[in-house]
């Protein structure tokens, strides 16, 4: 077993080793889960696109398990504002994007971007690669267990307003779920957790992980949030 360990040229790998029970359902979901699945927007065939990854970690609070997740800055040019995974686009430093390049990417974005330390992160699984069009981004979902939590928070107040921690138990409370409904056509799954509105790729992930993993419960769809032009 190798386990992450640094971000530039350290060993990275997936290991399932010593996981949490509860974490079973998500490390199948992983495994059998198909693109179509989990998005209509798959990456382009061509090849085109902006290769990225994000770090959809898990860990275990006092409310029990819970997931990371930081706001993005309000000046930022492309969704500003929105609460989002860790995460961003490959280097070149981070190797192969059909290889461990999403693992190390993710990963280096997590640091710098919550100053969550890698040492103590157990990457596990992979979820298939998806498209944000507005974007142009080909994102690389990568589960990760945080199992030495480390002190996180704010690292450039330039790219993340807030770095905080959701309850999955507040992601399937059906008070919380609704559908966000954007003045363009958009219509998705949408989170109100934590003082923050979850909607757009985000919500979409954690809405189908919620799914597959057997966790969902029941909720109004149609309730809905309004979104204006700026989001």
Known sequence: MTRAS???????????DGLPEWLDPVVRAAETVRPTQLSRFLPPRDGSGRQSAVLILFGEGERGPELLLMERASSLRSHAGQ??????????????????????????EAEEETG???????????????????????????????????????????????????????LTHPDNRATAV?????????????????WGFTAGVIDRLLHFAGWERP????????LD???
């Open 6 to 16: 640094g971000t530039q040229g350290g060993p990275v790998a997936l290991s399932r």
């Open 83 to 108: 609460p989002s995974f860790p995460g961003g686009a490959l280097d070149p430093e981070d190797g192969d994007p059909r290889g461990d390049g999403p693992l190390r990417a993710a990963l280096r």
């Open 116 to 170: 969550l330390a890698p040492s103590g992160v157990q990457l596990f699984g992979v979820l298939p690669a998806l498209y944000i069009p507005v974007s142009e981004f080909v994102v690389t979902p990568v589960l990760g267990w945080w199992r030495a939590p480390s002190p996180v928070g704010v690292v450039d107040p330039n790219e993340t307003a807030r770095v905080f921690t959701v309850p999955v138990a507040d």
């Open 182 to 198: 954007h003045p363009s056509g958009f219509r998705g799954p949408a989170f109100t957790v934590e003082s923050a509105l979850v």
């Open 219 to 226: 909720w109004d769809r149609e309730k809905q949030v309004p």
């Open 229 to 231: 032009w700026r989001a």
